[in-house]
């Protein structure tokens, strides 16, 4: 039995990319049910764009309060059995849903499905500027947020993402979702492709107080977890 898949899209002045990243869900081989974009206070033209763009998605706009709280708002806001998301600069190949969707029938005991991906330098970047972005290339297992395909009810179980960390929230998440015996699968095949450029997520600079106090606070509660498992508390 198929079920709904709800793809859920975090976009931040993202007008330059989000219609590359569109067509590459409406190019899927198993199409989606739902898409939301929400619109996290973009200043620049990600609204038009969206509402231009032939897939049709439902948007919602809010003020700026970061991915993870826009990753929230748009689970909030769909219906599918099975989440899907996707950054608005990144990109899937043509058969990832449905090569998501199949291992789920083959494995009905999995509750997330990740893939592998690999990392694109984006087409705009000088080649003079591309020598400085920092990055692992190749193909890699992704654990992202981007590969991943999860039922429902493993966030009504865990609760959302924590928008008070700035970085880290779904490593923050992954954590609490291993620890409670959440069934991973991750395939093998490379199907999600991550846009580099200055100006995204991992080439940010980020304020280094605010990154460290971030990954130590998600370092503390993994171990606190762990320690609750070990005891019988968790």
Same mark, same amino acid.
């Given at each position: 039995? @198929? ?7 975090? *976009?931040?002045? *993202? ?16 199409? +989606? ?7 996290? !206070? ?5 609204? &038009? %764009? +969206? ?9 919602? =706009? ?11 708002? !748009? ?8 989440? +899907? ?14 090569? @998501? ?10 509750? %997330? ?19 400085? /972005?920092?990055?692992?290339? !190749?193909? @890699? ?17 865990? !609760?959302?993402?924590?928008? =008070?960390? &700035? ?10 979702? &291993? ?11 490379? /199907? ?8 995204? /997520? ?5 304020? @280094?107080?605010? /990154? =460290?106090?971030?990954? %130590? ?18």
């Amino acid at each position: 039995m @198929q079920n709904n898949i709800s793809v859920i899209i975090p *976009a931040f002045n *993202a007008e330059k990319t989000l219609s590359e990243t569109l067509d590459s869900i409406l190019a899927q081989t198993r199409k +989606a049910d739902e898409v939301i974009i929400v619109n996290d !206070g973009s200043t620049d033209d990600t609204e &038009k %764009v +969206a509402s231009r763009h032939p897939l049709a998605p439902v948007i919602i =706009s809010t003020v700026n309060r970061g991915a993870s709280a826009a990753i929230n708002e !748009g689970i909030h806001h769909s219906h599918g059995e099975l989440l +899907a998301f996707v950054d608005a600069d990144d990109l899937w190949e043509a058969n990832k849903l449905e090569f @998501q969707e199949n291992r789920f029938d083959e494995k009905p005991e999995v509750e %997330v499905v990740l893939t592998h991906m690999e990392p694109f330098i984006c087409s705009s970047v000088p080649q003079s500027s591309s020598r400085n /972005l920092v990055f692992k290339s !190749g193909p @890699q297992p992704g654990y992202l947020v981007g590969t991943m395909l999860c039922h429902r009810d493993v966030f009504n179980r865990l !609760g959302s993402l924590d928008v =008070s960390l &700035k970085t880290g929230y779904f490593i923050e998440w992954f954590d609490r979702a &291993k620890t409670a015996g959440v069934s991973f699968y991750m395939l093998p095949d490379v /199907l999600m492709k991550r846009r580099i450029r200055p100006g995204t /997520l991992s080439q940010r600079t980020v304020n @280094q107080n605010t /990154l =460290s106090n971030d990954f %130590v606070e998600i370092a503390r509660r993994s171990i606190i977890r762990k320690r609750g498992l070990n005891d019988g508390t968790v």
